[in-house]
């Protein structure tokens, strides 16, 4: 199993960048997906996940209305799409996939089987 994370970069405050994650040697329309992110000197903490049927959407609430989730099946890909970037947005992000069917998105890192290398994210004021 691959993932591979880009899109990362340097915005100022109140721009946006849009991540993708490509995945390969799994079956990607039966995964659930996620992203993380993990700022210098503190926890991995869960961003935003999408189950593996694309209808139910998790956010952590200090990203809910600036950041979208979304998934190609066609293209094995998944995407986050961050406006209206801050500051505290600054972290590497991480695709994540749960190789179990479940109609929930997890939030807990645990729950997730393979992640992908980071992407990095800084937001300058």
């Known amino acids: 199993v691959q993932l591979q994370a880009f899109g990362g970069g340097l915005v100022q405050a109140g721009g946006s960048l849009r991540l993708s994650c490509a995945v390969s040697?799994?079956?990607?329309?039966?995964?659930?997906l996620g992203w993380f992110r993990q700022a210098p000197g503190k926890e991995r903490e869960f961003v935003a996940g999408?189950?593996?049927?694309?209808?139910?959407?998790s956010y952590a609430d200090s990203v809910k209305g600036r950041f979208t989730i979304s998934r190609d099946n066609a293209k094995n890909t998944v995407a986050l799409q961050m406006v209206s970037l801050k500051v505290e947005d600054t972290a590497v992000y991480y695709c994540?996939?749960?190789?179990?069917?479940?109609?929930?998105?997890?939030?807990?890192?645990?729950?997730?089987?393979?992640w992908g290398q980071g992407t990095e994210v800084t937001v300058s004021s």
């Open positions: 040697g799994r079956t990607f329309s039966r995964l659930n």
């Open positions: 994540a996939i749960d190789l179990t069917v479940r109609d929930a998105v997890p939030v807990s890192g645990a729950y997730y089987d393979y």
């Open positions: 999408i189950n593996w049927r694309g209808i139910t959407i």
